[in-house]
């Protein structure tokens, strides 16, 4: 319940409707999952991840500056060659 009272849901659904998104049976609407992520201290994009890795890596991203983004960035661009 508190996910969902600190996503901005009401505090008599909120337990209900974290659990439905949880388990599958419905998604939250962009502004909610945005919400969602705020509440979490994630990017957006951390709750659509279906690979660990993606996720994780999405985490160390959103926890640097941007100069070590820069380079990690220009690194994995010239790794790939492109």
């Given at each position: 319940m508190?996910?969902?009272?600190?996503?901005?849901?009401?505090?008599?659904?909120?337990?209900?409707?974290?659990?439905?998104?949880?388990?599958g049976?419905?998604?939250?609407?962009?502004l909610?999952?945005?919400?969602i992520?705020?509440?979490?201290e994630?990017p957006?994009a951390?709750?659509f991840?279906e690979?660990?890795?993606?996720a994780a890596?999405?985490?160390v991203?959103?926890?640097m500056?941007k100069?070590?983004?820069?380079?990690m960035?220009?690194?994995?661009?010239d790794?790939?060659?492109?």
């Amino acid at each position: 319940m508190k996910l969902g009272v600190l996503a901005g849901i009401d505090e008599t659904t909120a337990s209900g409707r974290i659990n439905q998104y949880e388990r599958g049976k419905h998604a939250p609407d962009l502004l909610t999952a945005k919400h969602i992520a705020s509440a979490l201290e994630v990017p957006l994009a951390y709750l659509f991840c279906e690979e660990d890795e993606l996720a994780a890596l999405i985490e160390v991203w959103h926890a640097m500056g941007k100069l070590k983004r820069r380079t990690m960035l220009k690194s994995l661009l010239d790794e790939t060659g492109r």
